[in-house]
């Protein structure tokens, strides 16, 4: 099956169920509601009481009779001359779901006269005993119709029969002032061998004196699978038969059932009227049976039966969708590369919910990139969002967006996604590769505007999700043990190319089942921007922060609580208590945990040791790692350590906790260290390298050839070439 094909039909099969759903939803909610039928049904005789002389129908079973009812027994009893009314006594339904009550509603309007419910077994199943209250009313009633008085009596079990006693002698005390008395009920009042037998025995021996003592004329019950009439104590018991369930005769065929019940006076005239339908055998007639049953079933069930066979055909299509795609899981070697194709010049978009001028690792890592493949002569357009006093430019298209929490400089922006200016300046410029630098939100906009044009999209991953989740007001656990893997798992496999800042960042996308092609590279530094540093901006914040000379550390991070800046300063407390060399350390950034930090800063009685910038520009970092000692990090939650890099690219050898993001960038010992989560063990690196005057400079120079390798310039050419061969593969 063609691709386009399957995908139609699918469309399709969707289309279907929801338009199905919403049908049977306001079926549900405005079909026109029945309530009190039979009392509605008693008012309408009462407006009517005719003569001495009447007819009425006692139906049979009605229950699964679509075919027969409906077709047959309907329109014949709608043929019978001055008939009054009908009468069901009881499992008038399959059994007593809304939906099967519904449905005998709308068979019952098709009767040319009023009927009347009696409560059955049928109608109490499913939970329906309090919906034939709400659609017929009380399980037992009485009313009068010209010289006759008709009673309705539940012998189900039901209701509390010594209750209904004292009822039925009151109504039986009414009927003696009438020439004829009519009782319907369930269950035959006696019999072993019926189906229909009351379980009640006291209850029915009540019934039977009562009836005899008060000369009532007919019992009508449902008790067998064909019509008979029995005389006992003066009474005529009759069993109403069938009026759908089928009661096969290998001589007569199958038999459905009603009386027509004749009155003239005290004169009572019953005749069986049979529906006869002929078989030439037992054993095609069952077959018939069953074929009615099963068409009974799917009219009362047609919309469940058409949502499940679509919900079942739209499995199957899936299915075979998934196991008629061809997969091979060994690298392709025909998409390299075409010569002509090495010095194109590409056309990218880039994605990103945060950006410059607002600070962080992301917003710079993107500026960092797509200042480098300018360079290299490629065309980028950012796309992010707009905050305060900045506007849309040839390289940026600002997202108009509502501003967030925190109170910053600069706050948090949530873009606007679904501006139609996005769309639009996208389909302005012909991309030929879209990378988007998150999974959800902007990411996810690149996404779908790159599918829809048929472009390649490559991920950059980041952050670790889950190292956030106390940032939630809610299901923490569940998202950082199972939402954030499955997000960068979902989107991950829908992207082309993913880069993955480090060996341990690739082995994670790895573990969660991203099978993409994968590109391990840093973000990269601009080393340009630590030569335009002059000596005397240095030797400035020398002065501010180390005034006497004393051993000036930084630390570059959010101040939030994956951060863990809070081990940082207990840490530096231990350092303080446990040497005499005097040291101070610059905090570079803002965060919500801004205030926190500060009152612990001051717990700690480390105002001196511990000072807080605040916000430094992007641009002027540099001159803080070169005014700088040493470097010391404490976050557990970076894929790359970007910022470690950077401090390196200073001259700045690092003290960090080994975590994803740290191990791969530390050569323990070599370029900085990177220790246990231990406040003494990495406070004890921390001594180390202030009284070690020596090897704190051999690590600097260590530290600043590591980091040669990472120019950004070198980095954007690998770049530019895995954008190439994800669209050579495209």
């Not at 599918?451 to 950059?460: C, D, E, F, I």
């Not at 609580?561 to 303080?576: C, G, P, Q, R, T």
């Not at 906790?657 to 900085?672: K, L, R």
């Amino acid at each position: 099956m063609k691709k386009n094909i399957l995908r139609k039909l699918i469309y399709l099969n969707i289309i279907l169920l929801v338009l199905l759903g919403a049908y049977k939803l306001f079926l549900v909610l405005h079909e026109p509601d029945f309530q009190n039928r039979n009392y509605k049904n008693i008012e309408v005789l009462d407006q009517k009481q005719g003569e001495d002389q009447f007819s009425f129908v006692v139906l049979g079973s009605v229950e699964n009779t679509i075919s027969i009812f409906k077709k047959r027994i309907i329109n014949m009893v709608n043929k019978e001359e001055s008939v009054a009314f009908a009468i069901a006594p009881g499992n008038a339904v399959l059994d007593g779901a809304e939906e099967k009550y519904r449905i005998l509603n709308n068979l019952l309007n098709r009767l040319d006269m009023p009927t009347f419910v009696g409560f059955g077994d049928h109608e109490l199943t499913d939970g329906g005993t309090k919906r034939y209250y709400d659609h017929f009313g009380p399980y037992y009633y009485a009313f009068a119709y010209s010289n006759s008085y008709f009673i309705f009596v539940d012998t189900t079990g039901v209701t509390y029969s010594k209750m209904q006693k004292e009822w039925i002698k009151e109504e039986l005390q009414k009927a003696d002032s009438y020439t004829n008395v009519f009782v319907f009920v369930n269950n035959a009042l006696h019999g072993d061998k019926m189906d229909n037998v009351i379980q009640d025995k006291d209850f029915g021996s009540y019934l039977e004196e009562s009836f005899a003592a008060h000369q009532v004329d007919y019992v009508f019950y449902n008790g067998e699978k064909i019509t008979s009439e029995e005389a006992e104590n003066g009474i005529t018991y009759c069993s109403n038969g069938n009026a759908g369930i089928s009661s096969f005769n290998e001589n007569t065929g199958v038999l459905y059932h009603y009386f027509l019940v004749k009155v003239n006076g005290d004169q009572i005239q019953t005749e069986s009227v049979d529906e006869v339908t002929k078989a030439s055998n037992g054993l095609l007639q069952r077959a018939g049976n069953c074929a009615m049953i099963i068409e009974s079933v799917i009219y009362f069930h047609f919309i469940n039966f058409i949502l499940i066979l679509l919900a079942t055909l739209l499995l199957a299509l899936f299915f075979y969708k998934r196991i008629s795609k061809d997969v091979d899981y060994y690298r392709s070697f025909e998409h390299e590369i075409l010569p002509q194709e090495q010095d194109k010049k590409l056309n990218i978009a880039m994605f990103t919910n945060n950006y410059l001028p607002y600070i962080g690792g992301v917003p710079i890592s993107v500026d960092l990139l797509a200042k480098s493949l300018r360079k290299r002569g490629h065309s980028v357009k950012v796309f992010a969002p707009q905050y305060p006093g900045t506007e849309s430019d040839e390289l940026v298209y600002r997202c108009k967006g509502i501003p967030c929490p925190p109170a910053e400089k600069f706050k948090l922006v949530v873009p606007n996604i679904f501006a139609w200016g996005i769309k639009k300046e996208f389909d302005r410029n012909a991309f030929d590769i879209v990378h988007v630098h998150h999974p959800f939100w902007m990411g996810a906009k690149g996404m779908r505007l790159a599918r829809k044009s048929g472009k390649p999209v490559v991920l950059t991953y980041h952050t670790r999700f889950e190292m956030y989740a106390d940032n939630l007001p809610a299901f923490r656990l569940i998202f950082k043990n199972v939402i954030s893997h499955k997000l960068i798992k979902n989107f991950g496999q829908k992207c082309k190319g993913i880069i993955a800042p480090t060996i341990t960042a690739s082995e994670y996308l790895e573990n969660v089942g991203v099978s993409r092609k994968k590109l391990v590279m840093p973000t990269g530094i601009d080393f340009k921007r630590y030569e335009i540093i002059e000596p005397l901006q240095i030797q400035e914040i020398k002065n501010t922060y180390a005034p006497n000379g004393e051993i000036l550390l930084c630390s570059v991070a959010r101040l939030s609580v994956e951060k863990n800046i809070d081990f940082m300063i207990h840490s530096l407390a231990y350092v303080k208590e446990h040497t005499d060399q005097r040291f101070t350390c610059m905090l570079i950034g803002t965060g919500t945990e801004q205030e926190h930090i500060e009152q612990l800063i001051q717990e700690l009685g480390l105002e001196r040791e511990v000072r807080l910038t605040g916000m430094i520009q992007p641009e002027d970092i540099p001159a803080y790692y070169l005014a700088s000692d040493f470097f010391v990090f404490s976050s557990k939650s970076e894929t790359q350590g970007m910022v470690l890099l950077e401090a390196m690219a200073g001259k700045c050898p690092v003290v960090a906790i080994n975590a994803s993001g740290v191990d791969d960038v530390i050569q323990d010992e070599f370029n900085g260290f990177k220790t246990q989560e231990e406040e003494v063990v990495w406070a004890e690196k921390v001594i180390e390298l202030l009284e070690n005057r020596e090897l704190r400079v051999q690590m600097a120079e260590n530290a600043f050839h590591y980091s040669e390798d990472f120019s950004m310039d070198r980095l954007a050419e690998e770049v530019e070439q895995f954008y190439k061969k994800i669209i050579a593969y495209n």
